[in-house]
């Protein structure tokens, strides 16, 4: 097979696996901006797939995004009332939100199916931009994609120039940094912390949503298979900055898309081991590259009693 064929199909393969870790390592940058570290992003995807998928079969793709984002949030809601709210160790508290939420959408799913038995969502649209779509490689992976993952070309700027050019940018990293100086600023770091979990369930959830609507058009029970836990590592190996965060995401996108160009390639190669290569790649990732730049001050210490 001639490369240049296989080369376009490749780079777009590794878009779209990155839109939904890219979306949900959009997420974990704001919460552990705000200091915190979710392992519970694994149950806010899983919650965003299930209610995402209800809501496609009734109102359409959009429909699904939306509900995604809602229950994402609504996970996220959950998790500030614990480690903000009840001060939960960080760690404990995201740990049992993964499997609840892994639990509880495989029992509301077998349910619903027994009831109203459905089929699978009907296949998303490419939308190709026109002349960008045209560009040799680039073109056909960045500008001929589902709609989708055109809002991830939003999400990011948008989340650079909060951060960095906000005064809501500013409180939030310096939450991150010196929580008693957003005290003296006259802004509470609980508030923050608060509405950072909550935003970044959104993007979560939004993710998950995307795996079932966009992606596989069908939910299955613990679909995320470990996304949300590779989304903390893009995190970290992006360095805490969107431009990072988006660029290690790609990355992983393209690991994961490695599975199809092995199909279309005709490689002998045990399917268990390439699906495992993003894992194996984040440890090496993580090793390599740890320490190149530290994280906030603060990242999982839990607030101070104060406002």
Do not use: C
């Amino acid at each position: 097979m001639n490369p240049e064929s296989i080369l376009p199909g490749f780079a777009a393969a590794a878009v779209r696996a990155a839109t939904p870790l890219a979306f949900a390592a959009a997420g974990e940058l704001l919460v552990e901006r705000a200091v915190v570290i979710n392992i519970g992003i694994e149950g806010m995807m899983i919650v965003g797939a299930y209610t995402g998928y209800v809501a496609a079969h009734g109102a359409g793709q959009g429909a699904g995004l939306l509900a995604g984002a809602a229950g994402g949030a609504a996970m996220g809601l959950v998790f500030a009332a614990l480690v903000v709210g009840l001060r939960v160790q960080q760690v404990i508290a995201g740990t049992a939100l993964s499997m609840l939420g892994l639990a509880l959408t495989a029992s509301l799913h077998r349910a619903h199916a027994a009831l109203v038995p459905t089929d699978s969502l009907p296949p998303v649209a490419i939308t190709r931009v026109p002349l960008l779509a045209d560009v040799p490689v680039l073109g056909p992976a960045f500008f001929a994609q589902p709609m989708a993952t055109y809002l991830l070309y939003v999400v990011f700027p948008v989340i650079s120039w909060m951060l960095y050019r906000s005064i809501a940018g500013v409180a939030l990293r310096a939450t991150g940094e010196s929580p008693m100086a957003v005290v003296a600023a006259g802004h509470s770091p609980a508030r923050i912390q608060s509405l950072a979990i909550i935003a970044g369930g959104a993007l979560a959830g939004t993710g998950g949503a995307i795996l079932s609507v966009v992606h596989a058009g069908t939910f299955v029970d613990g679909m995320t298979a470990g996304r949300g836990f590779v989304a903390v590592a893009i995190v970290a190996l992006g360095r805490w900055t969107p431009l990072g965060v988006a660029t290690s995401a790609l990355v992983f996108g393209a690991v994961s898309a490695v599975q199809y160009l092995a199909q279309s390639l005709g490689w002998r190669v045990p399917y268990p081991l390439v699906l495992a290569a993003p894992y194996a790649v984040t440890l090496v990732a993580m090793a390599v590259f740890r320490g190149h730049r530290p994280p906030p001050s603060q990242l999982g210490k839990p607030l101070r009693d104060g406002p």
